[in-house]
């Protein structure tokens, strides 16, 4: 839960910028190509981010690297709600996407390295539930300033209640993530390290500490596990390059290939630039922030449902099934846009968000979290999340762009062309990893392998 605290900071930091666009827009005067560097700023910040903590979490471990992020985002809700031009706004925002790029990459593994490998599906899904939460809480507290700002009599309030929240209400729409960002900071000092990045570091007895206090039993042989995997892996180097080897080849390209699709797709252009869009179709501004809230709503709701199947059902079943529903809702989106029925419009924003929560959304970092060997792990998770960061910053710069110049329609038809591949890469070449422990999996892609890693192992745990 601690762990999972960084997706929530995650969410919350990404999505509070939704509601700040249109007031930070027509306070500075941002043309659209400064409207999404405003919006990429964070998400440029998040590459460099994940590119600094592969080597970072495998040097330090996982633990310092996530107290590092909460710090980075607490700097970012500070410096944000206080900045005094666009420039330092942009950097405020930036110094936050550090610490999201960070998190994002080692929350993750950290989980992935502490759970039981029947429970750990649902376990790494709480990372991406903790996600849906804080986007969630976002768009909530978003709609509530707006709506205090509007109606509150700040009569004799002080001018800086007048300036803080009603003059520039996108102020105290940042200076919100400063409580879970304070809390993130103080929780994240109370976790134990990974057991795995402790026998990797040669510190078995802190290991088997960590496993007994995780699992009710068995911690002796799971220590004996992570020391004979560690153990196959001592003579190869760990190095950042090392994830690139053609012996990787194989699970590298699918989890990359999963975190491009998952951005492609326009999952978050809908939470950034979803009141504009709920706007232009015909919802007030209160409205609008409402309507995001909804959606918000449905995207947690079917994370859960993520947790309580995805390691029944499997990882290629639900992946299916969730990027046709997609597809499919994508394109009614581009129907209806311009169409003045709102109901309608609304309705398949949330399923396409309901769709994506509950497969593309956590199953990406299911995969890669789980999909390398020990040694490479943190590289390959850290690679993965760089390539999911890229291709975001890449759609949140080009999305204004887009839909001024070819419009929305035809935007959310291109998305729907863009996640289409991902269809036929999961059925031909993912391997189903359900049921199966880390160091099983790493056969499938070995030369010598012998697994067939097509449909998930039942579990004999009740949900």
Same mark, same amino acid.
């Given at each position: 839960?601690?762990?999972?605290?960084?997706?929530?900071?995650?969410?919350?930091?990404?999505?509070?910028? $939704?509601?700040?666009?249109?007031?930070?827009?027509?306070?500075?005067?941002?043309?659209?190509? =400064?409207?999404?560097?405003?919006?990429? !700023?964070?998400?440029?910040?998040?590459?460099?981010?994940?590119?600094?903590?592969?080597?970072?979490?495998?040097?330090?471990?996982?633990?310092?690297?996530?107290?590092?992020?909460?710090?980075? %985002?607490?700097?970012?809700?500070?410096?944000?709600?206080?900045?005094?031009? #666009?420039?330092?706004?942009?950097?405020?925002?930036?110094?936050?996407?550090?610490?999201?790029?960070?998190?994002? %990459?080692?929350?993750?593994?950290?989980?992935?390295?502490?759970?039981?490998?029947?429970?750990?599906?649902?376990?790494?899904?709480?990372?991406?539930?903790?996600?849906?939460?804080?986007?969630?809480?976002?768009?909530?507290? &978003?709609?509530?300033?707006?709506?205090?700002? *509007?109606?509150?009599?700040?009569?004799?309030?002080?001018?800086?209640?007048?300036?803080?929240?009603?003059?520039?209400?996108?102020?105290?729409?940042?200076?919100?993530?400063? /409580?879970?960002?304070?809390?993130?900071?103080?929780?994240? =000092?109370?976790?134990?390290? $990974?057991?795995?990045?402790?026998?990797?570091?040669?510190?078995?007895?802190?290991?088997?500490?960590?496993?007994?206090?995780?699992?009710?039993?068995?911690?002796?042989?799971?220590?004996?596990? #992570?020391?004979?995997?560690?153990?196959?892996?001592?003579?190869?180097?760990?190095?950042?390059?090392?994830?690139? &080897?053609?012996?990787?080849?194989?699970?590298?390209? /699918?989890?990359?290939?999963?975190?491009?699709?998952?951005?492609?797709?326009?999952?978050?252009?809908?939470?950034?630039?979803?009141?504009?869009?709920?706007?232009?179709?015909?919802?007030?501004?209160?409205?609008?922030?409402?309507?995001?809230?909804?959606?918000?709503?449905?995207?947690?709701?079917?994370?859960?449902?993520? #947790?309580?199947?995805?390691?029944?059902?499997?990882?290629?079943?639900?992946?299916?099934?969730?990027?046709?529903?997609?597809?499919?809702?994508?394109?009614? %989106?581009?129907?209806?846009?311009?169409?003045? *029925?709102?109901?309608?419009?609304?309705?398949?924003?949330?399923?396409?968000?309901?769709?994506?929560?509950?497969?593309?959304?956590?199953?990406?970092?299911?995969?890669?979290?789980?999909?390398?060997?020990?040694?490479?792990?943190?590289?390959?998770?850290?690679?993965?999340?760089?390539? =999911?960061?890229?291709?975001?910053?890449?759609?949140?710069?080009?999305?204004?762009?887009?839909?001024?110049?070819?419009?929305?329609?035809?935007?959310?038809?291109?998305?729907?062309?863009?996640?289409?591949?991902?269809?036929? %890469?999961?059925?031909?070449? =993912?391997?189903?990893?359900?049921?199966?422990?880390?160091?099983?999996?790493? !056969?499938?892609?070995?030369?010598?392998?012998?697994?067939?890693?097509?449909?998930?192992?039942?579990?004999?745990?009740?949900?």
């Amino acid at each position: 839960m601690v762990s999972a605290l960084g997706g929530f900071l995650w969410g919350f930091d990404a999505i509070v910028i $939704s509601g700040t666009i249109g007031p930070v827009k027509a306070q500075f005067g941002l043309a659209a190509f =400064m409207e999404g560097l405003f919006v990429s !700023s964070g998400l440029i910040g998040a590459v460099i981010g994940a590119a600094a903590a592969g080597p970072l979490s495998n040097r330090h471990g996982r633990k310092p690297n996530l107290c590092l992020a909460a710090l980075l %985002m607490l700097a970012s809700a500070v410096g944000s709600a206080w900045a005094t031009g #666009i420039t330092t706004l942009i950097m405020a925002r930036w110094l936050g996407g550090l610490g999201v790029g960070i998190a994002a %990459m080692v929350c993750p593994v950290y989980i992935a390295e502490i759970s039981p490998s029947h429970l750990r599906g649902r376990m790494v899904t709480l990372f991406q539930f903790a996600i849906t939460i804080g986007i969630l809480a976002a768009l909530v507290s &978003n709609a509530w300033i707006a709506r205090l700002a *509007k109606e509150s009599d700040v009569t004799g309030a002080g001018v800086f209640i007048q300036w803080f929240l009603v003059d520039q209400t996108w102020r105290s729409m940042f200076a919100a993530e400063m /409580i879970p960002g304070i809390l993130f900071v103080i929780l994240s =000092m109370t976790i134990p390290e $990974s057991p795995r990045w402790l026998v990797q570091a040669g510190r078995n007895k802190q290991a088997l500490s960590v496993l007994g206090k995780v699992l009710k039993r068995g911690s002796d042989e799971e220590l004996l596990d #992570i020391q004979k995997a560690v153990s196959r892996e001592a003579s190869e180097t760990s190095s950042f390059s090392e994830v690139f &080897n053609p012996r990787y080849r194989k699970p590298l390209v /699918i989890a990359l290939l999963l975190s491009i699709f998952s951005q492609f797709s326009g999952i978050n252009s809908i939470f950034y630039y979803g009141p504009t869009i709920l706007e232009e179709a015909g919802f007030g501004a209160t409205g609008a922030l409402g309507g995001m809230a909804t959606i918000g709503f449905f995207n947690m709701i079917f994370t859960v449902i993520a #947790i309580a199947v995805v390691d029944r059902a499997g990882r290629r079943p639900l992946l299916l099934i969730g990027t046709a529903g997609a597809i499919l809702c994508l394109c009614g %989106m581009g129907l209806f846009l311009n169409s003045g *029925k709102t109901g309608p419009l609304i309705v398949l924003i949330c399923g396409f968000v309901a769709f994506f929560a509950f497969s593309i959304g956590p199953i990406k970092f299911i995969f890669a979290s789980e999909i390398f060997p020990t040694n490479v792990r943190a590289h390959g998770v850290s690679v993965a999340v760089l390539v =999911m960061w890229a291709a975001d910053t890449l759609v949140g710069q080009l999305f204004p762009m887009l839909r001024d110049s070819i419009g929305a329609p035809a935007t959310f038809f291109t998305f729907a062309a863009l996640l289409a591949p991902q269809l036929w %890469m999961v059925w031909r070449f =993912m391997p189903e990893t359900a049921g199966r422990s880390l160091e099983e999996i790493e !056969s499938w892609w070995k030369p010598n392998g012998r697994a067939s890693l097509q449909a998930p192992v039942e579990s004999s745990v009740d949900p």
